[in-house]
């Protein structure tokens, strides 16, 4: 009877790490751009479509990397103001909390906070 397994099988070992080549012209890893990309909450979602609030999406990339920029300093949530909106983002999930347009964020008070992000 002849064996089943071969003996010129060699396994790879397991302390070796394999990292997958990076494409020409980028420096960013993969984790680094999901880690960019904003979600928006289902509250969030619904507030922004109710106000009509219209956020470019070069506006949400901008948003995205000062929020890379906050997490790198320790920001944990953010008030994130700019010319159409003011949103709430937590910046370990990279998700917007919630949105309103500038009329109502000027009755409001936010707590909780602990960065600004002026774009």
């Given amino acids: 009877m002849e064996p089943k397994i071969h003996r010129s099988y060699h396994p790879m070992p397991l302390d070796v790490k394999w990292e997958r080549?990076?494409?020409?012209?980028?420096?960013?890893?993969?984790?680094?751009?999901?880690?960019?990309?904003?979600?928006?909450?289902?509250?969030?979602?619904k507030r922004l479509e109710e106000r009509n609030i219209d956020i470019s999406s070069e506006q949400w990339n901008k948003i995205g990397e000062k929020l890379t920029e906050a997490k790198q300093k320790g920001v944990r949530d953010s008030l994130v103001l700019t010319k159409e909106a003011?949103?709430?983002?937590?910046?370990?999930?990279?998700?917007?909390?919630?949105?309103?347009?500038?009329?109502?964020?000027?009755?409001?008070l936010f707590t909780n906070i602990d960065g600004t992000i002026i774009m």
Avoid: C, I, W, Y
């Avoid at 080549?21 to 979602?45: M, N």
């Fill in 86 to 108: 003011v949103l709430v983002v937590n910046t370990n999930s990279n998700t917007v909390v919630t949105a309103m347009d500038k009329q109502s964020a000027n009755s409001r």
């Fill in 21 to 45: 080549p990076k494409p020409e012209g980028t420096d960013r890893s993969f984790q680094e751009v999901l880690d960019q990309q904003l979600t928006l909450s289902k509250h969030a979602r």
